[in-house]
T-cell receptor
Framework: SAVISQKPSRDICQRGTSLTIQCQVD?????MFWYRQQPGQSLTLIATANQGSEATYESGFVIDKFPISRPNLTFSTLTVSNMSPEDSSIYLC??????????FGDGTRLSIL | QKEVEQDPGPLSVPEGAIVSLNCTYS??????FMWYRQYSRKGPELLMY????GNKEDGRFTAQVDKSSKYISLFIRDSQPSDSATYLC????????????FGKGTKLTVNP
């Protein structure tokens, strides 16, 4: 399966600031997704990153708060904007090829002070 | 009712025990079922991937799907301390380009 690298692996940020998380894959993949994993909660899909077009957001997530880019088939970024303590979470990138299961990166552990 | 229910545990067993992990779901449209293992400070790692009802075996791991009961299981035989992790069930309606719906995960500890 593809090797997925996420950067940064962890960060501590001040409220009101923004952080951009990068996801790099070692091969071209059809689909890239961004999930959030909050303590005691299920992994939840934020959005599907579409190459060359706007991401598709799930209910409860909006582009102004979580802008996403996907300039090519191996790279995507997620920005967490105007952060508050409620945004403290693990953010995970996953990738998928046609008729294959999703594979995940190791995530970005984000704490907001 | 949540779409996917999974007992969060924690579950603690002695080395060598047979472990049974389970999830129930409410959406009868789910057709693809997965089990992921997540070690501390790591991302979910795919363990088993099954389509529709039936059993699938891979080494010490067996996945079962009973669509009539909306119930899936993961069995771990001869459990090892290295199996200590959180196990996440996930499912989707389609096999590709479809979001996964996860359970909350069950934390397993295998004691030597």
């Amino acid at each position: 399966s593809a090797v997925i690298s996420q950067k940064p692996s962890r960060d501590i940020c001040q409220r009101g600031t923004s952080l951009t998380i990068q996801c790099q894959v070692d091969s071209q993949v059809t689909m890239m997704f961004w999930y959030r994993q909050q303590p005691g909660q299920s992994l939840t899909l934020i959005a599907t990153a579409n190459q060359g077009s706007e991401a598709t957001y799930e209910s409860g997530f909006v582009i102004d708060k979580f802008p996403i880019s996907r300039p090519n088939l191996t790279f995507s970024t997620l920005t967490v904007s105007n952060m508050s303590p409620e945004d403290s979470s693990i953010y995970l990138c996953s990738v998928q090829d046609i008729n294959q299961p999703q594979h995940f990166g190791d995530g970005t552990r984000l704490s907001i002070l | 009712q949540k779409e996917v229910e999974q007992d969060p545990g924690p579950l603690s067993v002695p080395e060598g025990a047979i472990v049974s992990l389970n999830c129930t779901y409410s959406n009868s449209a789910f057709q693809y079922f997965m089990w992921y293992r997540q070690y501390s400070r790591k991302g979910p790692e795919l363990l088993m991937y099954t389509y529709s009802s039936g059993n699938k075996e891979d080494g010490r791991f067996t996945a079962q799907v009973d669509k009539s009961s909306k119930y899936i299981s993961l069995f771990i035989r001869d459990s090892q301390p290295s199996d200590s992790a959180t196990y996440l069930c996930a499912m989707s309606r389609q096999g590709g380009s479809e979001k996964l719906v996860f359970g909350k995960g069950t934390k397993l500890t295998v004691n030597p």
